[in-house]
């Protein structure tokens, strides 16, 4: 069973509380556009609706996994950039605005705020008195070390339905779109 304007091949079925067999919410999304506008070919939708529902899910998901580990998600990028970057597990403040996406004063108020915490030291960089070091305490690694396990846990369990090769083809594909943003894909605007 099929809405007008969707077709069976590309539906995605979902079991309702009555065991009753229905399309998803983006399938319910683009049939209306199609209603709508049924000159508008509005294929993308199936990719890209999805993955903002996805991306959402996610992101409160994650935000659950931080949460249980004291953390707020942007004290978790703050502290993963810092970790990742391998021991004595510091940057500068102009790294982390790169990696993390913030502004330089927004990165300022994180930095303050996580010193507060405990979780990092900021000092001058012996080799050069102006530049300013973020380093990671013993207290912010674990925090972020115990964060990090508990959220790769939770999104292998997400990723269990899905076979190895069906995992790495999802990896690639959507490697693929993201370079069209990040890469030298087309200007979105």
């Given at each position: 069973?099929?809405?007008?304007?969707?077709?069976?091949?590309?539906?995605?079925?979902?079991?309702?509380?009555?065991?009753?067999?229905?399309?998803?919410?983006?399938?319910?999304?683009?049939?209306?556009?199609?209603t709508e506008l049924p000159g508008l070919d509005v294929a993308p939708l199936a990719v890209f609706s999805r993955l903002t529902r996805l991306a959402r899910h996610l992101e409160?998901?994650?935000?659950?996994?931080?949460?249980?580990?004291?953390?707020?998600?942007?004290?978790?990028?703050?502290?993963?950039?810092?970790?990742?970057?391998?021991?004595?597990?510091?940057?500068?403040?102009?790294?982390?605005?790169?990696?993390?996406?913030?502004?330089?004063?927004?990165?300022?108020?994180?930095?303050?705020?996580?010193?507060?915490?405990?979780?990092?030291?900021?000092?001058?960089?012996?080799?050069?008195?102006?530049?300013?070091?973020?380093?990671?305490?013993?207290?912010?690694?674990?925090?972020?070390?115990?964060?990090?396990?508990?959220?790769?846990?939770?999104?292998?369990?997400?990723?269990?339905?899905?076979?190895?090769?069906?995992?790495?083809?999802?990896?690639?594909?959507?490697?693929?779109?993201?370079?069209?943003?990040?890469?030298?894909?087309?200007?979105?605007?």
């Open positions: 069973m099929c809405d007008e304007g969707v077709d069976a091949g590309d539906a995605s079925r979902s079991i309702g509380e009555d065991g009753v067999v229905g399309l998803s919410e983006v399938d319910r999304i683009m049939s209306a556009w199609r409160l998901a994650r935000r659950s996994a931080f949460g249980g580990h004291g953390l707020e998600e942007w004290e978790f990028d703050v502290l993963s950039a810092l970790r990742r970057a391998g021991a004595p597990y510091e940057l500068s403040p102009g790294v982390l605005v790169e990696q993390t996406l913030v502004t330089s004063g927004t990165m300022t108020n994180r930095i303050d705020r996580l010193v507060g915490r405990g979780y990092v030291d900021r000092f001058r960089d012996a080799a050069d008195g102006r530049a300013v070091r973020v380093r990671l305490t013993e207290s912010g690694r674990q925090a972020v070390d115990a964060a990090i396990a508990g959220l790769v846990a939770y999104e292998r369990g997400l990723l269990d339905a899905m076979d190895e090769p069906s995992r790495e083809d999802l990896a690639r594909h959507l490697q693929t779109l993201l370079d069209g943003f990040e890469g030298a894909g087309p200007d979105p605007r």
